[in-house]
């Protein structure tokens, strides 16, 4: 699991996908920028109930948990091929080549993918912008 600082930003920034969060137990996520695991199930239905209090919860999402979101009709191993296909396949694009590069885990691979697919946003460094 990426707990890097350069993960947290881009999960952050991803509303998106915070948005889509239903806590369960194991899942990983910062509260006041100290990160946490939901260890059982009172912390989850805590969680759940998360938007009546102040306290800002952000959910960091493993792989596994990306590729869930992009809700394919395929199998697993398509969903696996499109990720590879556009992360390497175009070995020619430098700009395409330039833009995956810059990612230095496979949550942030995914998390890149599943926002360019779903929700047609590239990571700038700093924000998720429309492309």
Do not use: C
Not at 26 to 39: K, Q
Not at 61 to 85: C, H, M, V
Request: proline residues 3%.
């Amino acid at each position: 699991m990426d707990k890097s600082e350069t993960y947290i930003k881009m999960a952050g920034k991803a509303e998106e996908i915070q948005n889509k969060w239903k806590p369960e137990i194991y899942d990983s996520y910062v509260e006041r920028s100290n990160i946490r695991i939901i260890p059982d199930i009172s912390t989850r239905i805590h969680l759940n109930n998360r938007f009546k209090f102040d306290v800002v919860y952000m959910w960091l999402p493993r792989q596994d948990q990306l590729q869930e979101l992009l809700n394919y009709s395929i199998a697993p191993l398509g969903i696996t091929w499109k990720f590879f296909w556009s992360v390497y396949g175009d070995a020619e694009d430098d700009k395409n080549r330039e833009y995956w590069s810059v990612f230095n885990s496979m949550e942030q691979l995914w998390l890149a993918f599943v926002m360019k697919e779903k929700f047609n946003k590239i990571w700038t460094g700093k924000e998720w912008k429309e492309q």
